[in-house]
């Protein structure tokens, strides 16, 4: 950590200070470490691994203009706490010995009464994946199997436009265009709604994803509906995707579905349950996931958990237990049953720079 004596502090501070636009203009530093100890058998051996698992450093904020726009901005980085590289859930990236990995979210764009409109790396597979997915970044995340089959979790330069709110609903349109390459272009639609009762609320997300796959191959295709319910102590929900002519090979189709539930058991203490299946139309193609946890919050950014993740693969699929979000994937031998225990500790902080 870097300590100012305090004249230096005054001078840097005031000159931050002085320097601000006339117009608002709001900056913050955010970030989450995660890092947890793991047991992975993929279903012919096991070991031990020390894994960062989706930490991430950004910046984010917005400066008002003098007309009704605001611009807005994010520059999000994976960081990898080990240093190990290439696998810390970010994406894959060859950052052996770094800190810093692949890029995650980041754009600058502006906003308004018309909605707003960004420019950058944004999600694909992750605008809906994670609509309901209780084990996001930890072992047994649902993308596991969403994502196994190559709709990407997140696309490079991207423009994407999402409508206001209109009484609870709203509209995000993303577009990835072809560059020279025919046929490559990504077009992503995704439809919320969102509505609170006394003392309950209500998620729907509904997409559609067509990923080019280049001249003279189909198009590969996803759709996906999410649900979740949240009432007190507890939560229920899921989804379904199905995805035709997976990687532009015609008739290859794959329908996923998932399920969960947690349960607050303490102000502290929340357990969780969720299953998984996906199944392809070649044969013994069936994967199935479930994954079990406990998170116990020591405050509103610390939380310690467990999670159990197991998956039964037809010996035509390689699924694994631990991969998406959470780093050191280990990718079993076709129908082998991978499994996986971990426990970690995940921080979260959001302080305001200006």
Same mark, same amino acid.
């Given at each position: ?11 840097? %501070?005031? &000159? ?23 047991? #992975?058998?993929? $279903?012919?051996?096991?070991?031990? @691994? ?7 450093? !950004? ?19 994976? #960081?990898?706490?080990?240093?190990? $590289?290439?696998?810390?859930?970010? /994406?894959?990236?060859?950052? &052996? /010995? ?12 502006? =906003? ?7 420019? /950058? ?8 994946? +994670? ?12 993308? +596991?199997?969403?994502? *196994?089959? !190559? ?16 009484? *609870? ?26 509505? =609170? ?9 509904? &997409? ?15 759709? &996906? ?38 349960? =607050?058991?303490?102000?502290? !203490? ?17 994967? %199935? ?6 998170? @116990? ?25 631990? !991969?998406?979000? @959470? ?28």
């Amino acid at each position: 950590m870097i300590r100012f004596a305090k004249p230096a502090f005054y001078v840097v %501070t005031g &000159a931050m200070l002085l320097n601000q636009p006339a117009n608002a203009f709001d900056l913050g530093l955010y970030g989450v470490g995660h890092l947890s100890l793991d047991r #992975v058998d993929d $279903g012919l051996d096991s070991s031990t @691994h020390l894994t960062s698992s989706s930490s991430r450093l !950004g910046f984010r904020g917005e400066h008002k203009l003098k007309s009704d726009l605001t611009v807005i901005f994010q520059y999000e980085s994976g #960081v990898d706490l080990t240093a190990q $590289g290439e696998n810390d859930g970010n /994406g894959g990236a060859d950052s &052996a /010995g770094q800190i810093f990995t692949k890029g995650r979210p980041s754009f600058v764009g502006l =906003k308004g009464g018309f909605g707003q409109a960004l420019i /950058g790396h944004m999600p694909a597979l992750d605008q809906w994946a +994670n609509d309901y997915n209780l084990f996001a970044d930890q072992v047994g995340d649902l993308g +596991n199997l969403w994502e *196994g089959s !190559g709709v990407p979790g997140r696309l490079d330069n991207i423009i994407q436009y999402t409508s206001p709110n209109m009484s *609870g609903f709203d509209l995000a349109v993303s577009y990835m265009p072809e560059e020279e390459t025919d046929d490559t272009d990504n077009i992503i639609l995704k439809g919320n709604y969102a509505r =609170k009762f006394n003392d309950s609320s209500l998620k729907v997300g509904l &997409a559609h994803a067509s990923i080019g796959q280049g001249k003279g191959a189909e198009e590969h295709t996803a759709q &996906a509906l999410t649900v979740g319910y949240y009432c007190g102590r507890f939560s229920i929900g899921g989804g379904y995707q199905r995805e035709s002519d997976i990687m532009g090979v015609s008739g290859d189709d794959r329908d996923s579905f998932s399920v969960g539930g947690s349960m =607050k058991i303490t102000d502290n !203490g929340t357990i969780k349950l969720q299953l998984a299946t996906s199944d392809g139309d070649a044969d013994d193609s069936e994967a %199935t996931l479930m994954a079990i946890g406990y998170d @116990h919050a020591l405050d509103d950014q610390t939380t310690l958990y467990m999670a159990y993740a197991r998956v039964s693969n037809d010996r035509n699929v390689s699924f694994s237990a631990n !991969g998406k979000g @959470h780093g050191d994937k280990v990718i079993p031998l076709a129908g082998d049953d991978p499994n996986a225990f971990s426990f970690g500790i995940v921080y979260k902080f959001d302080a305001s720079l200006l």
